[in-house]
């Protein structure tokens, strides 16, 4: 591999981490990069696939962080609801 593969490999690498920082999904993360970058959707893929076959246990700690995000995030907007459908109901009455 080329030196130049190699240096757009690792900015590639760089911006995945990014990404993680942003709590972005591999999907975002794709979308974001090809958007953002001009970096094809199947690289960004590829390399993230490999980060996560060297950094398992990361990446599952991360993939279980996201999902507790987006079920607090879920419980808050339910309760906001309750909250909000109640104050609706206290004016009507």
């Not at 972005?24 to 960004?44: G, N, R, W, Y």
């Amino acid at each position: 591999m080329g030196d130049s593969s190699a240096s757009y490999i690792h900015m590639v690498h760089r911006l995945i981490e990014e990404c993680l920082v942003f709590n972005m999904s591999k999907e975002e993360c794709m979308e974001a990069l090809f958007k953002h970058a001009d970096i094809k959707p199947t690289i960004t893929s590829t390399v993230w696939n490999e980060l996560e076959k060297e950094n398992k246990e990361f990446f599952e700690a991360y993939a279980s962080r996201r999902e507790q995000r987006a079920s607090d995030m879920e419980m808050k907007r339910r309760i906001q609801n309750m909250l909000s459908n109640s104050s609706i109901r206290d004016t009507k009455e």
